[in-house]
């Protein structure tokens, strides 16, 4: 398995509340992704970085920010969550932009 | 803007059976083509891909032919086991339109009873 962690796995959290999920690879690969898995949407692009300090919006990136410092990490942070932000949330790395992603095994977040 | 549209689920079968997954694409411009597939409380991984026209990708027991003439990608198994049942993604990259990450479909759900 790509090495890969995403914490946490699980979190409730109340409408309103800052919320910051973090995605640690080991495989120093250059290119991360933050998806969004809902029931039949299938996964959907928030935000991806193609190096440190370098992101870019997906289709989904509104009440969503990104940071990468370092290149192990990608943070994800919802300033104010909501309750359409109840979501299971994938980080994924790729080598370059043409390779196949790795995915981590998911943060269930419940906003109430 | 690229889409991928898959077939419906659930697919129910019995072992041994025939399977069909349809995924049709539009894109810009000459993408990849994925099969990724999920099993419960897991993330995707991927199952196969194809990276031009009449190429076709095949793991275990899975294949898919990229089909340009019909923007198709449909995933097929001879035999299906009860170890398969899972979410089956389609997805494409297309580098064309700047986008540096992966399209997906809906997902099907595969069930294959005993």
């Known amino acids: 398995d790509a090495g890969i962690t995403q914490s946490p796995r699980h979190k409730v959290t109340e409408t309103g509340t800052p919320v910051t999920l973090r995605c640690h690879q080991t495989?120093?690969?250059?290119?991360m992704y933050w998806y969004r898995q809902d029931p039949g949407h299938g996964l959907r692009l928030i935000h991806y970085?193609?190096?440190?300090?370098?992101?870019d919006k997906g289709e989904v990136s509104d009440g969503y920010s990104v940071s990468r410092s370092k290149t192990e990490d990608f943070l994800l942070t919802l300033e104010s969550a909501t309750s359409s932000q109840t979501s299971v949330y994938f980080c994924?790395?790729?080598?370059?932009?043409?390779?196949?992603?790795?995915f981590g095994n998911g943060t269930r977040l419940t906003v109430t | 803007g690229n889409s991928v549209t898959q077939m419906e689920g659930p697919v129910t079968l019995s072992e041994e059976a025939f399977l069909t997954i349809n995924c049709t694409y539009t894109?810009?411009?000459?993408?990849?083509l994925f099969w990724y597939v999920q099993y419960p409380g897991e993330g995707l991984q991927l199952l196969l891909k194809?990276?031009?026209?009449?190429d076709k990708g095949s793991n275990k027991g899975f294949e898919a032919t990229y089909r340009k003439e019909t923007t198709s990608f449909h995933l097929e198994k001879g035999s299906v086991q009860v170890s398969d049942s899972a979410v089956y993604f389609c997805?494409?990259?297309?580098?064309?339109?700047?986008?540096?990450?992966?399209?997906f479909g809906s997902g099907t759900r595969l069930q294959v009873q005993p």
């Open positions: 994924a790395i790729s080598l370059d932009s043409n390779s196949p992603l790795h």
């Open positions: 997805a494409l990259s297309d580098l064309d339109t700047g986008r540096r990450a992966l399209t």
């Open positions: 495989e120093n690969h250059r290119y």
């Open positions: 194809a990276t031009k026209a009449d």
């Open positions: 894109a810009t411009g000459y993408p990849s």
């Open positions: 970085s193609y190096g440190v300090k370098d992101t």
